[in-house]
């Protein structure tokens, strides 16, 4: 079964432009996750849709942070303007139906915010 | 509040000696603890997971260990081999905000 799609790998940008991120979750997945992993920390959820609904996104920074999930498949996030502090990897995960359920990741976007 | 806390930060044995990594959650709630591999340039991989409804699970070389009362579980990993050099993450599933929250991670060295 394929795996948790994400692009691009790597990107680098100037603080204050803007960045969007790509997600493909493993077919059937109903839940989809995006979190922010800065190095030597663990990974942070930012954000948790159940289909094409968001369940949580207490964790985003709302001025300058938004996702979206069309169809409840693919996922985007995108960031604008970006920060320094933006610099990070992130990962994009899902799982069949619950939290609880194993969530699989991808291999993660690292940004670096110049 | 939510908090995982992971120990040690770095972790160096010598290969076939066990490593053991210990982590502490908050949530009395928590009833689902998995644990992750992750390599370098590579998203967290599941190695291991435990339910609260048990005490521990193994899987060949590594074992999960649960201390409900305590609020605390370990992952252990008998006869180490260099590929087993990575960060281990544990995580906890916190039933306030219905989310996975991870620990900072072991930087684990199997020296051969």
């Known amino acids: 079964e394929a795996g948790v799609a994400q692009s691009p790998r790597y990107k680098i940008i100037e603080k204050r432009q803007s960045v969007a991120f790509w997600c493909n979750p493993i077919s059937g997945h109903a839940t989809l996750y995006w979190y922010q992993q800065i190095l030597g920390q663990g990974p942070k959820l930012l954000i948790q849709?159940?289909?094409?609904?968001?369940?949580?996104d207490s964790q985003l920074p709302k001025d300058r942070f938004s996702a979206e999930r069309l169809k409840g498949v693919d996922s985007t996030l995108k960031i604008q303007p970006a920060k320094l502090e933006d610099s990070a990897v992130y990962l994009c995960?899902?799982?069949?139906?619950?939290?609880?359920?194993?969530?699989?990741f991808g291999p993660g976007t690292r940004l670096t915010v110049l | 509040g939510e908090n995982v806390e992971q120990h040690p930060s770095t972790l160096s044995v010598q290969e076939g000696d066990s490593a053991v990594i210990k982590c502490t959650y908050s949530d009395s709630a928590s009833n689902y603890f998995p644990w992750y591999k992750q390599e370098l340039g590579k998203g967290p991989q599941l190695i291991i997971d435990?339910?609260?409804?048990?005490g521990e699970k193994k899987d060949q070389r590594i074992a999960v260990t649960l201390n409900k009362t305590a609020k605390h579980f370990s992952l252990h990993i008998t006869e180490t081999q260099p590929e087993d050099s990575a960060v281990y993450f544990c995580a906890a599933y916190m039933e306030y905000g219905n989310k996975l929250v991870f620990g900072a991670g072991t930087i684990l060295r199997v020296k051969s």
């Open positions: 995960a899902s799982s069949l139906m619950m939290v609880r359920d194993t969530q699989y």
């Open positions: 849709f159940q289909n094409n609904g968001v369940v949580d």
């Open positions: 435990i339910r609260s409804n048990v």
